[in-house]
């Protein structure tokens, strides 16, 4: 079985700042994760995704995740926040090898980007 | 080439009636996923499908819900005898038919539905 769990409902940053959100995650098996991004009353837009090649991923929009075994962690980080960055983010598990791709998911971290 | 179609996007029904919800999968892909979005929660795996074919339907309801991927024509989600419970965001995601479990999933834009 797999989880993810996603601490915090609400980040808020200033413009500028640095942008950190959470996940950590649980795996019987290797997993793969994705981070998503939504934006109000659109669907799921894929920020990145970590396949087991480099455990730095570099996704769209300055984004960038770190895989972290020991941690079980995939945590999201851009340097400097844009107020267009002001979306729900959700991170996400599947099962490496698994049948089939179905995500699990977390339930998202609202993010506020102040001027 | 165009994303994932979903339709309609708003769907507002009485309790009792039934909801039919369509997606159409980018071209090329023959993976279908629904996921369903509560007010305040994540989104949650519903079915997985092949056309013609149910390949996991381990998050779906046990009565009122039931989908399919014919060989022609988009996806349907149905669900008959609609409750208040049942409103929610739906979401639609397609995958190509390639080493199915790194496969990035392309999600569309979702369709409301609002059980009066």
């Known amino acids: 079985a797999q989880s993810v769990t996603q601490l915090g409902s609400h980040v808020s940053v200033s413009e500028g700042a640095l942008v950190l959100l959470r996940c950590n995650y649980s795996?019987?098996?290797?997993?793969?994760l994705f981070w998503y991004v939504q934006y109000p009353n659109q669907g799921l837009q894929l920020l990145l995704k970590?396949?087991?090649?480099?455990?730095l991923v570099k996704g769209i929009n300055g984004f960038e995740a770190e895989f972290k075994k020991s941690e079980t962690s995939f945590h999201l980080t851009k340097p400097s926040a844009h107020m267009s960055d002001a979306a729900e983010y959700f991170c996400a598990v599947s099962e490496r090898g698994g049948a089939n791709s179905k995500l699990t998911f977390g339930k998202g971290i609202t993010l506020s980007v102040r001027p | 080439n165009a994303g994932v179609m979903q339709n309609p996007r708003h769907l507002v029904r009485r309790r009792g009636q039934e909801a039919r919800l369509r997606c159409s999968p980018m071209?090329?892909?023959?993976?279908v996923y629904w996921y369903r979005q509560l007010p305040e929660e994540g989104l949650k795996f519903m079915v997985y499908?092949?056309?013609?074919?149910?390949?996991?339907e381990s998050g779906m309801p046990k009565e009122r819900f039931s989908a399919e991927f014919p060989k022609e024509g988009p996806s349907i989600l149905r669900i008959q005898q609609v409750v208040r419970g049942d409103s929610a965001a739906y979401f639609c995601a397609s995958s190509p038919p390639l080493r199915a479990s790194q496969e990035t999933q392309y999600f569309g834009p979702g369709t409301r539905l609002l059980v009066l």
């Open positions: 071209k090329g892909h023959s993976h």
């Open positions: 499908l092949q056309k013609e074919n149910i390949i996991d």
């Open positions: 970590y396949t087991s090649a480099a455990t």
């Open positions: 795996s019987s098996v290797p997993p793969y």
